[in-house]
């Protein structure tokens, strides 16, 4: 079991709430943008998703179900704490961008903001490739002083500047199906 939890930050409760509302607000604004340049919501698919696997995943999974409209999903990976670290390692793409997003309205989505490097990152290449839109979605954002200034659009919740897991979050692969946000107890980090 998840002997290493330490506590629960977030409950299933919360997230699920606010990912509705996130959802709802998102989902609204690209419906007002796609009307305004005069499209019908069925019509061509041109929001495309963009969630930085693989700490985006289950967010990502729970959110478009609570989105009622047309759109297609373009995974990225992004490489920043690997392995044992609980601090950015500076933001690596690993994946190739999706190709097809000149033109669409793209919303990127995260896990946590920390550094803003990896989002920095993601967001400077989808503009470069011509993206009509480009939004910004965060689960969580840490209280810190950012090493990039990067202001999401959308954010979940804000959290203290502490290492987290579950909802997603990894800490060298594992909790990721911890289905809250959670703290480790410092006796399971190994470069603490
Ligand atoms: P940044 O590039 O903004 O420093 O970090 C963003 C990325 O680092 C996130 O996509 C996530 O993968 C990872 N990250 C940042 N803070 C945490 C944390 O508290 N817990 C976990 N598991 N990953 C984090
Ligand atoms: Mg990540």
Do not use: W
Request: with cysteine; charged share 30%.
């Amino acid at each position: 079991m998840f002997f290493e939890i330490d506590k629960v930050l977030i409950s299933r409760e919360e997230i699920a709430r606010r990912v509705r509302e996130l959802a709802g607000e998102l989902a609204h604004e690209l419906a007002v943008e796609l009307r305004k340049e005069g499209e019908n919501l069925s019509g061509e698919g041109r929001v495309v998703l963009v969630p930085i696997m693989t700490g985006a995943m289950i967010f990502t999974a729970d959110l478009i179900r609570e989105m009622p409209i047309k759109l297609s999903l373009g995974l990225v990976a992004v490489s920043s704490y690997p392995g044992e670290s609980v601090s950015s390692r500076g933001a690596r793409l690993k994946s190739e961008l999706p190709d097809n997003l000149a033109g669409k309205h793209v919303v990127i989505i995260d896990d946590i903001l920390d550094s803003g490097q990896t989002l920095d990152l993601a967001y400077r290449a989808i503009r470069e490739q011509g993206a009509a839109s480009v939004r910004v979605c965060v689960l969580l954002s840490k209280q810190v002083e950012r090493v990039v200034d990067f202001k999401p659009d959308y954010v979940g919740f804000e959290i203290p500047d502490e290492f987290v897991v579950g909802y997603g979050l990894d800490y060298n692969g594992y909790y990721r199906n911890y289905p809250e946000i959670a703290s480790l107890k410092p006796t399971a980090i190994a470069d603490r």
